[in-house]
């Protein structure tokens, strides 16, 4: 008998991942173990959700930012070594004592009226440890049923550090790692996120803070997939994140409230419309590996099999971004010029379409977004007449 309950159990079954999983090792490479999907992958992969390359890529664990240097057009982003272990650091500070101070900062920011302040020696702090992804996971679903049950029992709190999810993603299970979850004494959860960027006079910079809720809307997500599995309980993952951070300019911890429900409604909707992995790599050539140590017109080949759909967004959350950019130039797609652009263009899909239809060489004129671009061309065209009959 399984150790865990049937709803405990992480959304795929390892008998019916098993082809898939051994489709995506071969296109990985000999011995290559997969690379992790997080959070922020997928909140980035979730904006994008028409690039195949990335959803396959990620999916199947490889390394992008190894196929980038190996294709001669390395990433330009990610944290420092310092800023990285300054985040431990601080994250160690806020969770210490149990998660004492934690607990604190939500309560504060989120505690319902009924909500009995946390008393540190009788917060339920469970083991998550398991082998391997799927017990952690598994494991982190019977501490969350246990944590309600207990809550339900005598109103306490429970502080789950780093607990492991699961979130179904184009058919392939994409395991994440929040911070932290609290289980609040009417058996609700809140999800926490603790960065090491300041919060300054109370606020912290709006673009942190959004990729930060994009990120926790990815957690609420998979939490909600848990949730779903055990109805009986009545469980409600609360719409409102607690974002911590360094207060001002000290190593000292304040909290906020984000609300996520637009993140967590946008990247749900932007998941549903990713192509099942499988089908994508039921397209490829036979024989397509993604291995950084090929030829790089091997390489080059195998990346260019698949379909991408690269836009300025990218450069900040894809280590390919500028590979595609250089690709999508080449090829004079308008999307390098950014989708708000793409979107207003129609069916004119390269700049040399559009010049030719703002020119009167090709397009429909009765087309609006031809009669456009010839009207632009023609108000361009007298002004510059203009500019040069005034400077004679």
């Not at 469970?126 to 391997?132: N, Q, Y």
């Not at 673009?207 to 957690?219: E, F, H, I, L, T």
């Not at 500028?322 to 999307?335: L, Y």
Request: glycine share 8%.
């Amino acid at each position: 008998m399984s150790e865990f309950p049937d709803s405990a159990r992480p959304p795929h079954s390892a008998t019916q991942a098993t082809g898939l999983r051994h489709r995506l090792a071969e296109l990985r490479g000999p011995d290559t173990p997969p690379r992790p999907m997080d959070a922020r992958a997928l909140a980035a992969l979730a904006a994008n959700p028409g690039c195949n390359r990335r959803a396959l890529l990620d999916g199947a664990g490889v390394d992008k930012g190894r196929i980038a240097d190996a294709l001669g057009s390395p990433a330009a982003f990610g944290q420092s070594q310092f800023a990285l272990t300054r985040g431990n650091a601080f994250e160690a500070r806020v969770k210490a004592d149990g998660g004492a101070e934690l607990l604190r900062l939500v309560h504060a920011c989120v505690g319902g009226a009924d909500d009995a302040e946390p008393v540190p020696g009788l917060v339920r702090n469970p083991d998550l440890s398991a082998i391997g992804p799927e017990g952690r996971t598994a494991r982190t679903a019977l501490a969350l049923r246990e944590a309600v049950e207990s809550a339900a029992a005598d109103g306490t709190w429970a502080f789950l550090d780093h607990p492991m999810l699961a979130l179904d993603v184009a058919g392939s299970p994409a395991f994440l790692e929040p911070d932290a979850v609290v289980v609040h004494p009417d058996g609700s959860w809140t999800v926490v996120e603790i960065k090491s960027f300041p919060m300054i006079d109370g606020a912290a910079d709006a673009s942190k803070v959004g990729a930060a809720a994009r990120q926790a809307a990815v957690y609420v997500l998979a939490l909600e997939q848990v949730a779903a599995r055990m109805p009986e309980a009545g469980v409600t993952v609360r719409d409102r994140i607690v974002l911590v951070c360094p207060k001002d300019f000290t190593n000292l911890p304040a909290a906020s409230a984000v609300d996520v429900r637009k993140q967590r409604a946008v990247t749900r909707r932007q998941l549903t419309r990713l192509t099942r992995i499988d089908d994508i790599a039921e397209a490829l050539p036979p024989g397509t590996v993604f291995d950084p140590e090929l030829s790089p017109d091997a390489l080059t080949a195998a990346v260019e099999a698949v379909p991408a759909t690269y836009a300025p967004e990218c450069l900040a959350a894809c280590e390919l971004a500028f590979h595609c950019r250089d690709r999508s130039r080449a090829a004079g797609a308008v999307t390098t010029l950014g989708r708000p652009l793409r979107a207003e263009l129609g069916g004119l899909t390269t700049v040399d379409a559009v010049l030719a239809a703002a020119h009167g060489e090709a397009g429909d004129p009765a087309d609006p977004t031809v009669a456009a671009l010839r009207r632009a061309a023609a108000l361009r065209a007298e002004a510059l007449a203009g500019a040069g009959a005034g400077s004679r």
